[in-house]
């Protein structure tokens, strides 16, 4: 098995990106409409966006991705990152793809002046919290949330 190779997405990854964003709304049991979806990605490319994304290439197939959303802290001068979105083929889980994801947000985070990188995942998802807790603080906040 070759090496995993991170980068940002381009115009011509959409194909390969849309069944990987699918997967992941699956994973979490929701559904978003269509508009919603490419929004999303139109945002990934315009570079006055705050919002970006990367995919993991492993012998020409992406079998990863991550979003990230830099934005403003009142705690902090410099800028923060939000992790919003990260997903790894299920046949590729445990293998490190995850934590490259991880570490490509932190790099390209520390290169782009950010002084954090945070981010949430579900109580349940025991996996993804095994990895988490090796390679980030969990600082004990709780979310709450009222959709509006």
Not at 59 to 64: C, I, R
Request: negative net charge; aromatic residues 14%; proline residues 4%.
């Amino acid at each position: 098995m070759s090496d995993v190779q991170i980068r940002p997405i381009t115009a011509d990854d959409h194909d390969v990106w849309l069944p990987l964003w699918k997967a992941y709304l699956t994973f979490y049991k929701t559904e978003l409409t269509d508009a919603v979806t490419q929004s999303t990605w139109t945002r990934f490319l315009d570079s006055a966006e705050p919002t970006h994304a990367a995919l993991a290439w492993q012998d020409g197939k992406a079998v990863g991705m991550v979003h990230f959303i830099y934005h403003r802290s009142n705690w902090s001068i410099h800028w923060s990152c939000y992790l919003q979105d990260l997903f790894v083929a299920p046949d590729q889980r445990g293998t490190g793809v995850g934590r490259k994801l991880i570490e490509y947000v932190y790099a390209t985070a520390t290169k782009d002046g950010a002084d954090k990188v945070h981010w949430l995942t579900h109580e349940t998802n025991a996996t993804a919290i095994a990895l988490y807790e090796r390679i980030a603080e969990r600082p004990g906040f709780i979310q709450f949330r009222k959709p509006l």
